[in-house]
């Protein structure tokens, strides 16, 4: 019998890490920074289509825009959960779930507990359901109404199977949805700052830049929390300011499948058609944190700040910001748009105030963001759900020559199999703030979990300094206070 003491990282019944060299980083400059981002990328454009096109400008447009600075709080947080998210698999070649399951009581335990925090947030086919809303009023010029909603389901089904569709072909899943992001991440953008460039007078520039620090530019003072506020929807929007939840968890598995750090010797998840089968591990690596390895090391760090503060960060603000003047020139500030046409509600503003033309490319606009924020939110679930299947399974890891894409095709189609059902229970607005409030509530969890991890899996040298453990801990805190606020109304 060994004698051996268990591994830290083996004591929940998961392998111990591999020695492995950490591989060379890109030493990018220029445009040669657009190819080596990426995970950075597709976390904006899932952003964008939940917090910045629908939950804030719903509780902007009802309150006000000082409300703007729990945004501008949430993605600085955000940021810095994100960087302590890819400080994990840069130096490990795991997931941040995997990290999750090598903590006691079991690798199982926490399997299925994350699994089930995916699912009661980004399970929910809430977005599909809100761009039929904007399909719709494409094809009819009008909002849809209660009479329609046979209509928008099946519109929703059908934006569903181009999901899949675009999921089914490529060579690596992750680089396919890099693409798309880049694409719509840049017109989205352009697009938005064309339009409040044309149509936002200066006063309206005033407003939200000062919203972003909490301050009244019009009756002055500062308004954290506005009077009567829906702490349903203010929780929603606090999590979904930035991404939300298990999407910036999902980060990490894009950074491994990216090779990112020690990801470059774990291989990734391949397309079914067009992508050939790919040997994935199952287990991490450790790397020796000598002079060439740190070296190595601060070269990923450097590609993990531009990633998150370059990209993230920036355009995070960036698509939260203009929508609000946006939706603040063109509807009242009090209105509620959070019914079946909260998609095409600035489209209908804007075509009667501009042009139906206008009208036209803002629902274009917003029929492309809440799709790809769909296939984002849909293919993050399912590639977390199958890491973690695939690490905590020797079973599924031998099935069919361990070929891990039929894992994750078979858990594609349990996914899209529920979204038809889950169409059905609910406006798809309240699935979303369901989803958001949920995020809020795992980032509690998460982010104390993270920070457990960072500081006793790793190896000393590249662990969190104590400035970024305090920055968790805020955030942590931060999140819990809407948290909080959200079950206190619910005990009412």
């Avoid at 190819?35 to 939940?50: D, N, Q, R, T, Y």
């Avoid at 369901?434 to 790793?458: D, P």
Wanted: hydrophobic letters at 55%; one cysteine or more; aromatic letters at 12%.
């Amino acid at each position: 019998m060994s004698t051996e003491p268990i591994a830290r990282e083996a004591r929940s019944g998961l392998e111990r890490f591999a020695p492995a060299d950490m591989p060379v980083p890109p030493n990018p400059k220029g445009l040669g920074w657009i190819p080596v981002v990426g995970p950075g990328v597709i976390l904006l454009g899932a952003s964008i289509g939940s917090g910045e096109f629908l939950l804030g400008p719903a509780i902007i447009v009802k309150h006000g825009p000082t409300i703007l600075w729990v945004a501008a709080c949430a993605i600085v947080l955000q940021t810095f959960f994100n960087h302590e998210v890819m400080r994990y698999t840069l130096a490990t070649g795991e997931p941040i779930i995997a990290g999750f399951m090598r903590t006691r009581p079991r690798a199982t335990f926490w399997a299925w507990f994350y699994a089930t925090l995916y699912m009661l947030q980004m399970g929910w086919p809430a977005w599909a359901g809100i761009a039929a809303g904007a399909v719709f009023f494409l094809g009819t010029g009008r909002l849809a109404a209660a009479g329609d909603a046979s209509s928008l389901y099946y519109i929703a089904l059908a934006g569903y199977a181009v999901c899949l569709g675009v999921l089914l072909v490529g060579r690596r899943i992750e680089r396919t949805l890099e693409i798309l992001n880049w694409v719509m991440v840049g017109a989205i953008i352009a697009g938005f700052i064309i339009l409040v460039a044309v149509y936002v007078p200066p006063a309206g520039w005033i407003r939200a830049t000062a919203g972003l620090i909490g301050v009244d530019s019009v009756n002055g003072g500062f308004h954290f929390v506005p009077p009567n506020v829906d702490v349903f929807l203010l929780g929603a929007f606090a999590a979904y300011s930035g991404a939300g939840g298990m999407a910036n968890v999902t980060l990490s598995n894009w950074a491994r499948d990216k090779g990112y750090g020690m990801a470059g010797n774990a291989g990734y998840i391949p397309s079914a058609v067009g992508g050939e089968k790919v040997k994935l591990a199952h287990s991490g690596f450790r790397f020796t944190p000598d002079a060439e390895g740190m070296r190595r090391w601060a070269g990923w760090w450097r590609i993990v700040r531009m990633d998150q503060w370059g990209i993230f960060f920036v355009g995070a603000v960036l698509g939260m910001a203009l929508p609000a003047m946006l939706y603040l020139t063109f509807i009242p500030t009090g209105t509620d748009i959070r019914g079946l046409g909260a998609a095409a509600a600035l489209a209908e503003a804007m075509a009667k105030a501009a042009g139906p033309a206008l009208g036209l490319v803002v629902a274009l606009m917003g029929v492309w963001v809440l799709f790809k924020t769909q296939l984002d939110n849909m293919e993050g679930t399912v590639r977390a759900i199958t890491d973690i299947l695939w690490t905590g399974s020797k079973q599924l890891r031998g099935w069919r020559g361990g070929d891990v894409r039929l894992v994750y095709y078979l858990v594609l189609g349990v996914f899209v199999a529920w979204g038809t059902i889950a169409l059905r229970l609910a406006q798809p607005i309240v699935l979303l703030q369901l989803g958001a409030n949920m995020a809020g509530l795992i980032f509690v969890i998460a982010s104390i979990h993270l920070l457990y991890i960072n500081c006793t899996l790793l190896p000393p040298d590249v662990r969190p300094p104590l400035w970024r453990r305090a920055a968790m801990l805020v955030f942590a805190g931060f999140y819990g206070f809407f948290v909080a606020l959200w079950l206190t109304s619910l005990m009412r």
